[in-house]
């Protein structure tokens, strides 16, 4: 019997004593991580209404001469245009207040490019012809605000030419008109009715 107590006694002192458990660590919670914002979706932005076009604004078109010469004035292109037959009796007027001789208005539109009248008349002398010439420039300049785009043949005034663009007129002395003939040249061309004279000389 103290065999068995000795036999169990060497077997319990054999027996390691089993290393103490290790106290189980302590799991710490897992730091949250900040939760990422996403970026706000972006609203689509309103469609642009669009800009309304802008109308170019439209050609004019000069306006036609009439078949008597007359001009008619655009809408808002500035005061009329006088009408080649209007510059015609005009020059007429102021010619025969000055003692023009055989004058003559010729309707030429539509058959020649460079005017719609021409204004034939005669001087007696060179200072005759140049005091015409003189006398209508004063007289659509002062009454008219017309000035000539062109005056040839001065100083000699044997034939001068006065250009007012829709009406070119002729002043001769009597040789050069009979020498040169214009007035032949438009035998069928329509004549307009001379004016009277406007200062006295009726």
Same mark, same amino acid.
Not at 1 to 4: A, E, K, L, R, W
Not at 64 to 76: F, I, Q, S, V
Not at 125 to 132: K, Q
């Given at each position: 019997? *103290?065999?068995?107590r000795?036999?169990?006694?060497?077997?319990? @002192?054999?027996?390691?004593?089993a290393?103490p458990s290790?106290p189980?660590?302590?799991?710490k919670?897992?730091a949250?991580?900040?939760?990422e914002k996403?970026p706000?979706?972006?609203? /689509?932005?309103p469609?642009?209404?669009?800009?309304p076009?802008k109308?170019?604004?439209?050609?004019r078109?000069?306006a036609?001469?009439?078949? #008597?010469?007359?001009?008619?004035?655009?809408?808002?292109a500035?005061?009329a245009?006088?009408s080649?037959?209007d510059t015609? @009796?005009?020059v007429?007027?102021?010619a025969?207040?000055?003692k023009? *001789?055989? @004058?003559?208005?010729?309707?030429v539109?539509?058959?020649?490019?460079?005017?719609?009248f021409? *204004? @034939?008349?005669?001087g007696t002398? #060179?200072?005759?012809?140049?005091?015409?010439v003189?006398?209508i420039?004063?007289?659509l300049?002062e009454?008219?605000?017309?000035r /000539?785009l062109?005056v040839e043949?001065?100083p000699?005034?044997?034939?001068v030419?006065?250009d007012y663009?829709d009406v070119v007129?002729?002043?001769?002395?009597?040789?050069?008109r009979?020498l040169y #003939? *214009?007035?032949g040249?438009?035998? #069928?061309?329509?004549r307009?009715?001379?004016?009277a004279?406007?200062?006295?000389?009726r």
């Open positions: 019997m *103290v065999q068995g000795l036999d169990a006694s060497e077997t319990a @002192l054999t027996k390691k004593p290393p290790k189980s660590a302590t799991k919670p897992a949250k991580k900040p939760a996403k706000a979706a972006k609203r /689509p932005a469609a642009a209404s669009a800009a076009a109308k170019s604004p439209a050609t078109r000069p036609a001469p009439k078949a #008597d010469g007359t001009r008619t004035a655009r809408r808002g500035g005061p245009q006088p080649g037959r015609s @009796l005009w007429a007027a102021a025969l207040d000055k023009a *001789v055989d @004058l003559e208005i010729i309707d539109s539509g058959r020649v490019d460079y005017a719609d021409i *204004v @034939l008349m005669t002398s #060179d200072r005759h012809v140049a005091s015409l003189q006398g420039e004063a007289e300049k009454q008219h605000k017309l /000539p062109a043949g001065m000699h005034a044997s034939w030419l006065v663009g007129v002729h002043v001769f002395q009597a040789e050069s009979a #003939d *214009v007035g040249l438009w035998m #069928d061309a329509r307009l009715p001379v004016p004279p406007s200062r006295g000389q």
